[in-house]
């Protein structure tokens, strides 16, 4: 018998120029896996900044995640949007 813990939740924090983990940081998400290549970011309080999307595509890639899925929500309406 053996046992497998597959990782499919994190959380992705945006942290200021200059600062790190510890630090405060900015902007934070729900991060699950979608598959070998891509995620989902969800459960954000605000839509991430354009200078915020950019720190996020540079993370994923670090990662080895080709695609990352935005997900909001205003209104009760879902919005989606890929960064690649």
Same mark, same amino acid.
């Given at each position: #018998?053996?046992?497998?813990?597959? #990782?499919i ?18 902007w934070?998400a729900t991060? +699950? ?9 969800c %459960? &954000? &309080?605000?839509?991430p900044?354009?200078? &915020?999307?950019?720190a996020?595509r +540079?993370?994923?890639v670090?990662? %080895?995640?080709?695609r990352a899925?935005?997900?909001?929500y ?5 919005s ?5």
């Amino acid at each position: #018998m053996r046992a497998e813990i597959e #990782m499919i939740a994190g959380i992705i924090r945006v942290f200021a120029d200059g600062d790190s983990y510890g630090d405060p940081y900015v902007w934070v998400a729900t991060v +699950k896996k979608l598959g070998e290549s891509e995620v989902e970011l969800c %459960g &954000m &309080m605000e839509s991430p900044t354009l200078s &915020m999307l950019k720190a996020i595509r +540079k993370e994923c890639v670090r990662r %080895g995640y080709k695609r990352a899925l935005v997900v909001t929500y205003k209104n009760d309406i879902r919005s989606e949007r890929w960064i690649e």
